[in-house]
């Protein structure tokens, strides 16, 4: 097997994110589930940022907000998305490239525009996102360079994008050519609405052992595993992924590897500013200190670092060297 010229490549939605600030009344007003995502359609997408205060735009989606984490940490990657000829995929290609991740899907001619994400943050800094996804739902197969994905370490996948048919399809056209390669596949289910639309599906993959690195939090995994104590999941899931990292909000994360079980506390943090990519960063710190074969304990250790950074404020890109603010605080480990 030769040397993967790219540590990560990823497909996900592209996304851009729309930022603003309310107050907890305008969640119940108008009647959004706090702290969850919804898929909605353009009209609610017009109606809901009507209804936003000042916002900001911040090119996102889960999976590429996982690689701009691990490119800023150093890692060579890659992703796989798909935008529209339009300016909000004008901009998400600008930040994508400029962050140094390789992108050369084109964009798509036409209806829908480019995905967007409305993210409505409370005072306590949770976020409340409404996702219309666009022309994000509309990667096809072709898209998919086979060579580049064997010349990868690990394929990452974003179980966001595993709804609609044709970029399932180009995800499970992927898996097969990472299997081929001999790389390693890493899967988030990314939301409990995704996993009760498609659990069939993703359980097969776990039991086909077509993934190595298994991405969730407590509440994902009990819906994978159908079980609400959160031990007894773990026993269920753990023994079918080489890899399962399960997040838990500020009690911190676990990760179980080849029978060994590591946990890291949350990090600390004057105040939490705004959650969102929380679980994003994380994956993109494990990931980093994973293909660099760190030991498992501190790959949580710089999930838990990387989570913190992105919490301090607005968006789920990191805003500060982020390879330095891992350094300091692994002053331990040469990153």
């Known amino acids: 097997m030769t040397q993967p010229s790219l540590d990560v490549i990823a497909i996900g939605?592209?996304?851009?994110?729309?930022?603003?600030n309310?107050?907890?009344?305008?969640?119940?007003?108008?009647?959004?589930?706090?702290?969850?995502?919804?898929?909605?359609?353009?009209d609610q997408a017009r109606m809901l940022y009507d209804a936003?205060?000042?916002?900001?735009?911040?090119?996102?989606g889960s999976a590429a907000n996982t690689l701009a984490g691990l490119a800023a940490l150093g890692a060579k990657c890659g992703f796989i998305g798909q935008v529209a000829q339009d300016?909000?995929?004008?901009?998400?290609?600008?930040?994508?490239?400029?962050?140094?991740?390789?992108?050369?899907?084109p964009p798509r001619a036409g209806n829908p525009p480019t995905a967007r994400c409305l993210i409505f943050v409370t005072p306590d800094g949770q976020r409340t996102m409404n996702t219309f996804l666009g022309a994000s739902h509309y990667l096809p197969a072709a898209a998919l360079d086979e060579t580049v994905i064997a010349d990868a370490e690990v394929l990452y996948l974003e179980g966001?994008?595993?709804?609609?048919?044709?970029?399932?399809?180009?995800?499970?056209?992927?898996?097969?050519?990472?299997?081929?390669?001999g790389r390693k596949v890493a899967f988030t289910p990314s939301e409990t609405f995704v996993i009760d639309r498609h659990r069939a599906d993703f359980i097969d993959l776990?039991?086909?052992?077509?993934?190595?690195?298994?991405?969730?939090?407590e509440h994902e995994m009990a819906a994978l595993t159908q079980q609400d104590d959160f031990e007894t999941g773990v026993a269920t899931l753990a023994p079918k992924i080489p890899v399962?990292?399960?997040?838990?909000?500020?009690?911190?994360?676990?990760?179980?590897?080849?029978?060994?079980?590591?946990?890291?506390a949350a990090q600390p943090i004057e105040k939490v500013v705004d959650t969102t990519?929380?679980?994003?960063?994380?994956?993109?710190?494990?990931?980093?200190?994973?293909?660099?074969?760190?030991?498992?304990?501190?790959?949580?250790?710089?999930?838990?670092?990387?989570?913190?950074?992105?919490?301090?404020?607005?968006?789920?890109?990191?805003?500060?060297?982020?390879?330095?603010?891992?350094?300091?605080?692994?002053s331990d480990l040469a990153i």
Request: net charge negative.
């Open 244 to 264: 399962l990292v399960v997040t838990r909000s500020a009690q911190g994360a676990i990760a179980i590897a080849g029978g060994m079980r590591e946990q890291v």
């Open 22 to 42: 309310c107050e907890e009344s305008l969640i119940e007003q108008l009647g959004l589930a706090r702290g969850g995502m919804m898929l909605i359609d353009a």
């Open 87 to 105: 300016q909000l995929g004008e901009v998400f290609t600008h930040d994508i490239r400029a962050g140094g991740i390789q992108f050369t899907v």
């Open 206 to 217: 776990i039991e086909a052992g077509q993934i190595d690195v298994l991405f969730c939090n």
């Open 277 to 330: 990519g929380a679980g994003d960063l994380f994956a993109a710190g494990f990931l980093f200190g994973h293909v660099r074969g760190m030991k498992l304990a501190d790959c949580l250790r710089m999930g838990a670092i990387c989570a913190s950074e992105i919490i301090s404020h607005y968006g789920a890109r990191p805003e500060t060297n982020l390879k330095a603010f891992v350094a300091e605080r692994m």
């Open 13 to 20: 939605n592209a996304i851009i994110d729309v930022i603003a």
């Open 160 to 181: 966001y994008l595993w709804d609609p048919e044709e970029p399932r399809a180009a995800m499970r056209k992927a898996i097969a050519a990472a299997r081929k390669a």
């Open 52 to 60: 936003m205060g000042p916002a900001r735009e911040v090119s996102g």
